[in-house]
């Protein structure tokens, strides 16, 4: 029996329709300052991808209250922009993806301010995995502990070792490396992390991981399931997410937000249910311009010109 209620029925509706809505709002951002430690571009090449870009590299893009709020301003901004059709989660300097919380800054913080980053940190990696379009964490250099669990939040994850040539030289390692080391600092990983990945992985995988705190590299990360990609040798991770992200952007912006409603709501819910869901899912999108135009195009023998309408 369906155990689909009338609240999921509206939520799958509500995301849908508030992803078609977005089209008709104006772009949010402001130019950031030069020392923003995070900022968001749209690719001059491939119209509908945005970068969302950490820019911390002294400390290896560690999380610290300025970048989670400033993060999560700009997640805002992406939601609501009406251009953004693929968002690249990845560092401004290549070499340091983010190592994870700032512990230098953690040591002066009291008790109360140590919940508040802890909250706005959940908050947004929540933000990012509910956004109504396709992200990928481009992971070149260390993604530890609150690192891996930003990486997490992303739809897809894709892992690379970076030539030399293109290291900075603010980043002295080049090696991948991810993991969530926190049980040896006598916690747990504190911002979705445990339920993230055994969703991801499997409970048992997952609890080998963190009860190992092992750190992994690229090849073995891709092995094991936490990451999809890894780029080829000569490349690093954002190039192979651009060519991830050239297959999406041929389809129809509607459908991939319309997949992603369907198979993040159908995950936390039984099978009858989330045959319900996607059937919603794809009602919502029966009448719209873009498959009228798929349609035509394919009878056509051309290419679609898609317009998220």
């Not at 747990?188 to 499997?202: D, E, K, N, Y």
């Not at 409970?203 to 936490?226: Q, V, Y």
């Amino acid at each position: 029996m369906s155990l689909i209620s009338k609240s999921s029925s509206r939520l799958v509706v509500s995301r849908l329709a508030s992803a078609s809505a977005v089209s008709r709002v104006r772009w949010l951002s402001q130019a950031p300052a030069a020392a923003a430690v995070a900022t968001l571009r749209r690719s001059s090449e491939l119209e509908g991808l945005s970068y969302l870009e950490l820019n911390r590299p002294q400390a290896k893009n560690a999380l610290s209250v300025e970048l989670v709020d400033r993060l999560r301003q700009l997640v805002e901004d992406v939601r609501f922009d009406g251009w953004t059709r693929t968002l690249i989660l990845h560092s401004a300097v290549p070499g340091s993806f983010c190592a994870g919380a700032d512990l230098k800054e953690r040591k002066s913080m009291q008790p109360l301010e140590v919940a508040r980053f802890l909250y706005n940190l959940r908050r947004l990696l929540s933000e990012i995995e509910s956004l109504p379009l396709p992200t990928i964490a481009a992971v070149d250099g260390p993604a530890l502990g609150g690192g891996l669990e930003l990486a997490l939040s992303c739809d897809l994850r894709v892992a690379g070792e970076l030539p030399e040539r293109k290291v900075s030289i603010l980043s002295r390692s080049t090696v991948t490396k991810i993991g969530l080391p926190e049980t040896r600092l006598a916690i747990i990983p504190g911002a979705g992390g445990t339920q993230r990945l055994s969703r991801l992985v499997g409970a048992s995988r997952a609890k080998d991981l963190i009860f190992s705190s092992r750190i992994m590299p690229a090849a073995e990360a891709l092995e094991r399931g936490l990451v999809n990609y890894v780029s080829a040798s000569g490349q690093t991770a954002s190039e192979k997410a651009e060519e991830v992200v050239k297959e999406m952007l041929q389809a129809g912006p509607l459908a991939l937000r319309a997949a992603k409603t369907a198979i993040d709501i159908g995950a936390e819910i039984d099978l009858e249910s989330g045959l319900d869901v996607e059937r919603l899912a794809y009602q919502t999108i029966l009448s719209t311009e873009d498959r009228m135009e798929g349609l035509k195009a394919f009878a056509e023998k051309r290419k679609p010109v898609y317009k998220g309408r």
